[in-house]
């Protein structure tokens, strides 16, 4: 915290009043500030060997022969500004790790096994807060399912205000459909910089989708997926204006 600053977050005790020398958790605008001082720090590594996420850090290299001297590089500047690593959660040399909920693997990112798995194995919803929760757990794992939104459009027809819940059969298919895509969710493949990618957009009476991809020699794969439910006005756009609103989302995203 800057000197100036320090006295903004006081707080009363029985004891007395005290402010925090170093920023804490809970403030309102701590995890941007935390993130703007990373980008500061380290803007020379970002986007090259290293990416950042608030505290979360990949250091990342194509070759292991390079991987020590990029280490070496970002130790560097952590020492130059007084920043400090907590080795029991450093994991060096690996080829394939956990990021941001992710896999980070030589083939690309890969979804979580057991937030797929969890999935697959949901009971069918009973109540609306099942289909809350069913909701909460697609969100996270949208990007590896083409048309998501699409196919889910039974799902979420059921969390609007004035919906009874009933569990149809095209309820059931809906969820037997996102059930079988991620038991076996494709791998979302890194492009490398500049390469030319390839963006296919899909419009439906009631939700657009995007499917990025990149041309390999093994033909076309997947880099990430967009999807998204149409509400109000959005119901009435006429065909381009659909199409436009589905690249604006996936722009969103991406």
């Known amino acids: 915290m800057a000197v100036a600053d320090r006295e903004k977050i006081a707080f009363m005790t029985e004891s007395g009043n005290y402010y925090y020398n170093a920023m804490p958790f809970g403030l309102k ?26 505290d979360d850090m990949i250091v990342k290299s194509h070759e292991e022969i390079d991987h020590t001297a990029h280490l070496r590089k970002v130790f560097k500047q952590a020492r130059k500004h007084n920043m400090r690593f907590n080795p029991e959660k ?76 009933e569990w149809t059969d095209e309820c059931d298919q809906a969820l037997q459909h996102l059930k079988k895509a991620l038991s076996e969710p494709p791998v979302l493949s890194r492009p490398d910089v500049e390469e030319v990618l390839f963006i296919y957009l899909s419009v439906a009476s009631e939700a657009v989708s995007t499917a990025l991809v990149r041309e390999t020699t093994e033909g076309q794969k997947p880099v990430y997926f967009t999807s998204k439910a149409l509400q109000g ?22």
Do not use: W
């Open 29 to 54: 605008n701590a995890g941007a500030t935390y993130q703007r001082m990373m980008n500061k720090v380290f803007r020379g590594e970002i986007g090259d060997m290293l990416e950042v996420y608030m």
């Open 90 to 165: 450093c994991t060096f040399g690996v080829r394939a790790g956990k990021f941001f909920g992710f896999y980070l693997t030589e083939r690309g990112i890969e979804a979580n096994p057991d937030k797929c798995r969890s999935f697959t194995e949901l009971p069918t919803p009973s109540n609306k807060k099942s289909i809350q929760t069913l909701n909460g757990m697609l969100t996270s794992l949208s990007r590896f399912v083409a048309k998501s939104a699409q196919h889910a459009l039974p799902l979420f027809k059921l969390l609007r205000k004035e919906a009874v819940f």
């Open 233 to 254: 006005p959005e119901l009435r756009y006429q065909q381009i204006e659909k199409v436009a609103l589905a690249l604006i989302n996936a722009a969103r995203r991406l």
